[in-house]
């Protein structure tokens, strides 16, 4: 599954012309990977501190966004510590902004673009597989996300087209596969545990204040490890509480591909009829085990198994290059691309996410910014055939 940026996927070439200068210089360099070439630029995309356009009212944060809403702090924070622990971040979304295209443009707003959605799996000091990631590695990733100018939103939030993230920054989607105790885990004092991918996150935040503090975790039965019902239930709902996103990954990791139809939607619902009982809503996502596609497809996202339905916004890959926008014409919610975290070595000499997020900082006018504005999705002209009819209404073009 190797999948090429180049043709199919994306957004139209005549379109693009524009925008791509640097692209185009480096292709015109017969032989050369772009990728490879010199250290990135320094794209300050993610910098500009735009202008707001004069007199526009700020309009709430859309209906129907459960997570992501600022949260009460945990109860588990005993006042009387001898040295008070630092606050846990919050994962409140910026104020929403009306989108001009005056502003649209001065913030080089481009809700067509590509968008990472990065996978990770255990975070543990002594790696044993290649896509295992240590502490230290998660901690260097989420840093330098933050410092290129990227706000982290659910899986969920960019299934739904919910993109809030300030004017001139990148979404990214963090996501996490197996529901492994290293992605969450309490400490004695009812705090994420050291070294734990929530932990991780959260240090993030704390010293870089624009990354917000949101991922997804897709999980299995046992999820985090935890065998016992009253902890699942106590770690899915303080992460749903929090603003993380938990959903299916189904109940007990098969290859989706080898089952019969039935069986997948067991798979499945079993796993949605678990979170129902841990108290989490319904999931709004899925990730495929192992990256594997049922053969009947729609099996994946829509189904009914022991009177439990399920329907996701998006299925996700174990993917291989950058997501196209949701809005853009051509994305699939039935396939939606990932990159694995890793560095460049061997089979991720391309296509993991060391590989694609120099990419992006290179190829800055492939990227997905945001307008700030949730209602309006904003794009250069040129680029405006891309967007899929059905958020035509909602385009603004600068
Ligand atoms: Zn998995």
């Given at each position: 599954m190797r999948p090429s940026l180049s043709s199919t996927r994306v957004i139209g070439a005549a379109n693009v012309a524009v925008i791509l200068v640097a692209v185009v210089a480096l292709m015109i360099m017969p032989g050369d990977d772009p990728g490879d070439r010199s250290p990135p630029e320094a794209v300050k995309v993610g910098q500009i501190q735009p202008t707001p356009p004069s007199g526009r009212p700020s309009s709430p944060a859309p209906s129907g966004q459960p997570s992501g809403?600022?949260?009460?702090?945990?109860?588990?924070?005993?006042?009387?510590?001898?040295?008070?622990?630092?606050?846990?971040?919050?994962?409140?979304?910026?104020?929403?902004?009306?989108?001009?295209?005056?502003?649209?443009?001065?913030?080089?707003?481009?809700?067509?673009?590509?968008?990472?959605?990065?996978?990770?799996?255990?975070?543990?000091?002594?790696?044993?597989?290649?896509?295992?990631?240590?502490?230290?590695?998660?901690?260097?990733?989420?840093?330098?996300?933050?410092?290129?100018g990227y706000v982290p939103i659910t899986a969920a939030e960019f299934a739904a087209g919910r993109i809030q993230v300030p004017a001139g920054k990148f979404p990214v989607v963090l996501t996490f596969d197996d529901?492994?105790?290293?992605?969450?885990?309490?400490?004695?004092?009812?705090?994420p545990a050291k070294n734990t991918a929530v932990a991780i996150i959260y240090d993030v935040a704390r010293k870089y204040?624009?990354?917000?503090?949101?991922?997804?975790?897709?999980?299995?039965?046992?999820?985090?490890?935890?065998?016992?019902?009253?902890q699942q239930a106590s770690a899915a709902q303080w992460l749903h509480r929090q603003g993380f996103e938990v959903?299916?990954?189904?109940?007990?990791?098969?290859?989706?591909?080898?089952?019969?139809?039935?069986?997948?939607?067991?798979?499945?619902?079993?796993?949605?009829?678990?979170?129902k009982k841990l108290g989490v809503p319904p999931s709004t996502t899925m990730a495929l085990p192992f990256g594997s596609m049922p053969h009947?497809?729609?099996?994946?996202?829509?189904?009914?198994?022991?009177?439990?339905?399920?329907?996701?916004?998006?299925?996700?890959?174990?993917?291989a290059e950058p997501s196209l926008s949701p809005f853009a014409k051509?994305?699939?919610?039935?396939?939606?691309?990932?990159?694995?975290?890793?560095?460049?070595?061997?089979e991720c000499r391309k296509w993991c996410s060391q590989y694609w997020l120099e990419w992006l900082q290179k190829h800055p006018g492939w990227r997905y910014v945001s307008d700030g504005d949730p209602d309006r999705v904003s794009v250069p002209k040129k680029l405006q055939g891309n967007i899929a009819a059905k958020r035509r209404d909602q385009v603004n073009a600068y």
């Open positions: 809403q600022p949260s009460a702090q945990p109860s588990a924070q005993p006042s009387a510590q001898p040295s008070e622990p630092a606050p846990i971040p919050t994962a409140s979304q910026p104020p929403a902004v009306v989108a001009t295209p005056e502003f649209a443009k001065q913030v080089k707003a481009n809700e067509a673009g590509l968008v990472p959605i990065i996978m990770y799996h255990r975070i543990i000091k002594k790696r044993v597989a290649s896509i295992d990631r240590t502490p230290d590695q998660l901690r260097q990733e989420l840093e330098k996300l933050a410092k290129q529901g492994h105790p290293s992605h969450f885990a309490m400490d004695d004092q009812g705090r204040p624009s990354f917000r503090p949101v991922a997804t975790f897709w999980v299995n039965h046992y999820p985090f490890g935890l065998q016992k019902q009253e959903a299916n990954h189904t109940w007990t990791h098969p290859n989706l591909r080898a089952m019969g139809t039935k069986k997948v939607r067991e798979q499945i619902a079993r796993l949605e009829r678990m979170l009947k497809k729609k099996a994946a996202r829509k189904g009914e198994w022991g009177g439990v339905r399920y329907d996701f916004d998006a299925v996700f890959l174990a993917g051509g994305y699939d919610p039935g396939a939606v691309q990932r990159i694995q975290s890793n560095g460049k070595k061997g």
